[in-house]
Nanobody, 112 residues
Framework: QVQLVESGGGLVQAGGSLRLSCAASGRTFSSYAMVWFRQAPGKEREFVAAIIWSDSTTYYTDSVKVRFTISRDAVKNTLYLQMNSLKPEDTAVYYC?????WGQGTQVTVSS
């Protein structure tokens, strides 16, 4: 069983920054990807960024490239999402995912 717990969300003004964390427990993470998704009100959940746990290869959706950075700490079993230059359209609940496991989500609200 895998547990994923997100934190770090909040209210920030446009142009500001937030750092999301996803603490993972329950197994050893190896060659699989850990992924950040987000879901805005009235919209489908969408891919944001992913990292291959073993070699830190990263992937981003075009709308967050340059502004967001995904990383992981293998010792702490924690996934991060550094979000800079935030825009109102980044407002959403952010979820981390590992294989079939999802966290509970953390709310990010960006005011204009």
């Amino acid at each position: 069983q895998v547990q994923l717990v997100e934190s770090g969300g909040g209210l920030v003004q446009a142009g500001g920054s937030l750092r999301l964390s996803c603490a993972a427990s329950g197994r050893t993470f190896s060659s699989y990807a850990m992924v950040w998704f987000r879901q805005a009100p009235g919209k489908e959940r969408e891919f944001v960024a992913a990292i291959i746990w073993s070699d830190s290869t990263t992937y981003y959706t075009d709308s967050v490239k340059v502004r967001f950075t995904i990383s992981r700490d293998a010792v702490k079993n924690t996934l991060y999402l550094q979000m800079n230059s935030l825009k109102p359209e980044d407002t959403a609940v952010y979820y981390c995912k590992y294989r079939d496991y999802w966290g509970q989500g953390t709310q990010v609200t960006v005011s204009s």
